[in-house]
């Protein structure tokens, strides 16, 4: 089993920068793919960004805006917005799964197992 628990979201100007962490707990191997994603207003879940090891996944629109880091020992994910934009504003979850590379975590959410229960971002214009 896997606990995921977020912080670190709230309200932004458009512009500004948050990094959201997600405190980790329970056993992450190798296989483990590590992710954020977000659910805009009225729209589906989506990738943002994903992480295994030293490979990392990014969905277009947060491409050299977003980075996705853990801490050395694993227990912490996190995620730095910068350049937020109105579009970005979302409640964010984090996830893992097994077995599970970052392509397939960013591009099918349905393949991570554990879930945070999310938090909220908005971002001001």
């Known amino acids: 089993q896997v606990q995921l628990e977020e912080s670190g979201g709230g309200l932004v100007q458009a512009g500004g920068s948050l990094r959201l962490s997600c405190a980790i707990s329970g056993e992450i191997d190798r296989t483990t793919c590590l992710g954020w994603f977000r659910r805009p207003p009225g729209k589906a879940r989506e990738g943002v960004a994903t992480?295994?090891?030293?490979?990392?996944q990014y969905r277009d629109s947060v491409q050299g805006r977003f980075t996705i880091s853990t801490d050395s020992a694993e227990t912490t994910l996190y995620l730095q917005m910068n350049n937020l934009e109105p579009g970005d504003s979302a409640m964010y979850f984090c996830?893992?799964?097994?077995?599970?590379?970052?392509?397939?975590?960013?591009?099918?959410?349905?393949?991570?197992?554990?879930w945070g229960k999310g938090i909220l971002v908005t971002v001001s214009s």
């Open positions: 992480l295994r090891k030293s490979e990392t």
């Open positions: 996830a893992a799964g097994r077995n599970t590379s970052p392509r397939a975590g960013l591009n099918a959410p349905g393949n991570m197992e554990y």
